[in-house]
């Protein structure tokens, strides 16, 4: 099969051809028809995580997927040859299989049924991003009528924060540029605000002298870097990047939590049914053939990701 891999630590990463995963027990082997990409893959691809975790090579790149079962592994008796599904492999060492390639192994437990409204790439777009957003809204707790700034709105995970804030009645200010406003503003912000010409601070302010009620930080990496200045006392922030700080959030007289995604079955599947009944937009900004997979890190990698960028075909 053809797969997006790292060969050798310290290696850029190549598509090459490699064996097909053999499913163990409780594992499904899956033709991938589509895979998503997430910063995490970029952050695999460049060795960034290898101090931290086991590494074997050679490192197979993506993490969702969706596709076709090919075969079920001893105890996978959920889904047979033929069913659509989607899902995604969760990290833990040692970090070798990935889903960036013809076929992959997943673990059962941790895919879905596709719904038939919902295509291969929507599907591929969905698990670690979707779960990120949903937990990020769930952590700053924010109630109808209340304001919500999204910092870093136009990706993936971005996308799906707006559109679940809003589904909450939540007035939403996203950041962007000019060419992102109508996207946003389509899925569900109330206000998008420059962040690459003008003061943020100066600009949300200017609507929310007080700040705003809830914060949704998916930009900054340090708690000195997120604008703390932005919400009211008493308000809540959530961070993708580990940049929630109890100690610098409660000088601040504020609350919030560090939100790591775990795309699980009651996550991703209520996501799904939204998003095949037209109720959330799968926002795909990109969508790429294998051979030009690392295009896509490369994007996403300099941050000038807009929507998710999805592989496929994958042959």
């Known amino acids: 099969m053809r797969a997006l891999n790292v060969p050798a630590a310290g290696r850029q990463p190549e598509v090459s051809d490699l064996p097909v995963p053999v499913p163990g027990p409780g594992e499904v082997l899956l033709r991938v028809r589509a895979a998503g990409l997430n910063a995490l893959d970029t952050a695999l691809a460049s060795g960034a995580m290898a101090e931290r975790m086991e590494h074997r090579y050679p490192l197979v790149i993506g993490r969702d997927a969706a596709g076709v079962v090919e075969r079920a592994g001893e105890g996978a008796r959920r889904f047979a040859p033929g069913d659509e599904v989607f899902g995604n492999i969760a990290l ?8 960036v390639a013809g076929y992959a192994v997943l673990p059962a437990a941790r895919l879905v049924s596709k719904p038939a409204a919902l295509d291969f790439a929507a599907a591929a777009a969905l698990p670690l991003a979707g779960a990120a957003a949903a937990g990020c809204v769930d952590a700053v707790a924010a109630e109808a009528g209340q304001s919500a700034l999204v910092v870093g709105a136009t990706g993936g995970v971005g996308s799906y924060a707006v559109q679940l804030l809003a589904a909450r009645r939540i007035s939403v200010v996203a950041t962007g540029t000019p060419a992102d406003t109508d996207r946003l503003m389509a899925l569900g912000a109330a206000r998008v605000v420059d962040h690459t010409t003008g003061d943020l601070v100066e600009q949300v302010r200017d609507e929310y002298p007080g700040g705003v009620d809830a914060m949704i930080d998916l930009v900054s990496r340090t708690p000195d ?28 007289g504020l609350a919030g939590r560090n939100v790591r995604a775990d795309p699980e079955r009651d996550v991703i599947a209520p996501l799904a049914q939204d998003a095949a009944a037209g109720a959330l937009t799968v926002d795909i900004g990109t969508v790429l053939p294998l051979d030009r997979a690392a295009e896509g890190l490369a994007t996403l990698a300099a941050g000038h990701a807009r929507g998710k960028i999805v592989i496929s075909p994958i042959p």
């Open 225 to 252: 870097a997120v604008p703390l200045e932005l919400v009211r006392k008493g308000g809540r922030i959530a961070s993708t990047l580990g940049a929630a700080d109890d100690q610098t959030l409660a000088a601040a």
């Open 92 to 99: 833990v060492p040692p970090v070798q299989a990935g889903t």
